[in-house]
């Protein structure tokens, strides 16, 4: 049996289906147990299924291999040259401003992140 399945209840005698219910003491957890969806009476008790500590260790290689992490990560790293970081937020000409951030050269709102032709790094 496994909740869902459809039962005649012996307690109310309705067809109605097994749900899991929690048994608990206060807080904590003490076991659960399939019942009866409308009277809420005890069926059956669930069976505890722990895993072992070998079928815990399977699963875990299993998805070290399926993840490829049992081989070693390809880092790369990206210089950039000095003309690709031209952020205008790196510039002398940009204003931080709460409202919108401008250019003073080109007095217009720009972002942050734009590039501009006419950069000027700040010192």
Known sequence: ????DEITCPKCGRNSFLKKVAILDGWTKKGEIL?????????????????TKQQA?????AL???LNENETPIKTRIEAGESEKRFCRDCTHFIKHPFGDKCGL??????PMDDCGDFKRKE
């Open 1 to 4: 049996m496994k909740p869902g």
């Open 35 to 51: 019942a009866c969806a409308s009277c809420s009476a005890k069926i059956a008790d669930v069976p505890a299924h722990g895993q």
């Open 57 to 61: 260790a399977h699963q875990a290689s």
């Open 64 to 66: 070290a291999a399926f």
């Open 106 to 111: 080109h007095d217009r709102n720009v972002n």
